[in-house]
């Protein structure tokens, strides 16, 4: 099973940027399909962008309230995933969870937390006004 760590998180306050990482290890090949999440204490973990190497390239996917702002990356050996996050906004304010898995769902439902089976252990991104 994969092994997820992420990294990067901190403090900023609004309109600034910030790089979360995500090192994968302890797989046979590298994931073809992966995620961001994140979660605010007593919400549901939601969806945030996902990436999605069918063979014909990278596909990236994020929800309507990050487009723009938020982009979804992967080095060329597959074994960091990034997310740059920038004009940030009080209300992305969150922990944040890199995910893999799912490869059997392509690039449906990437928003599903379900359809993942590889958790890193997340890391908090905090927005000031």
């Known amino acids: 099973q994969v092994q997820l760590a992420e990294s990067g998180g901190g403090s900023v306050q609004a309109g600034g940027s910030l790089r979360l990482s995500c090192a994968a290890s302890?797989?046979?090949?590298?994931?073809?399909?992966m995620g961001w999440f994140r979660q605010d204490p007593g919400k549901e973990r939601e969806g945030v962008a996902a990436?999605?190497?069918?063979?014909?390239?990278?596909?990236?996917y994020y929800i309507d309230s990050v487009k723009g702002r938020f982009t979804i990356s992967k080095d060329n050996a597959g074994n960091t995933l990034y997310l740059q996050m920038n004009s940030l906004k009080p209300e992305d304010t969150a922990m944040y969870y890199c995910?893999?898995?799912?490869?059997?769902?392509?690039?449906?439902?990437?928003?599903?937390?379900?359809?993942?089976?590889?958790w890193g252990q997340g890391t908090q991104v905090t927005v000031s006004s």
């Open positions: 995910a893999a898995g799912g490869e059997q769902y392509g690039s449906s439902n990437w928003w599903l937390v379900r359809t993942y089976n590889s």
């Open positions: 302890g797989y046979s090949y590298s994931p073809v399909r």
């Open positions: 990436i999605y190497d069918g063979g014909l390239g990278n596909r990236l």
